[in-house]
């Protein structure tokens, strides 16, 4: 296998609204999990995250923005 083989790239989507210590947390851990599982160094990791506004998202037809708690 060749060179790229060894560099994953994740990429996760969130809805807006999760501030950078969550983040923070969320990536880590991610990458912790990654290293565990394929057998790589951290700095091998790369993660996208996608921070999605409401507006952005639905459900069943109707918008997350518009959704009712």
């Known amino acids: 296998m ?7 790239i994740v990429e996760i989507h ?6 950078v210590e969550q983040k923070r947390k969320l990536v880590k851990e991610v990458t912790d ?12 990791v790369r993660i996208i995250i996608d921070d999605m506004p409401l507006t952005n998202f639905a459900v069943a037809g109707e918008l997350r923005i518009d959704k009712k708690s």
């Open 2 to 8: 060749g060179r790229d083989c060894d560099m994953p």
């Open 14 to 19: 969130l809805l807006e609204g999760r501030n």
């Open 33 to 44: 999990a990654i290293c565990r599982a394929v057998d790589v160094k951290p700095d091998a």
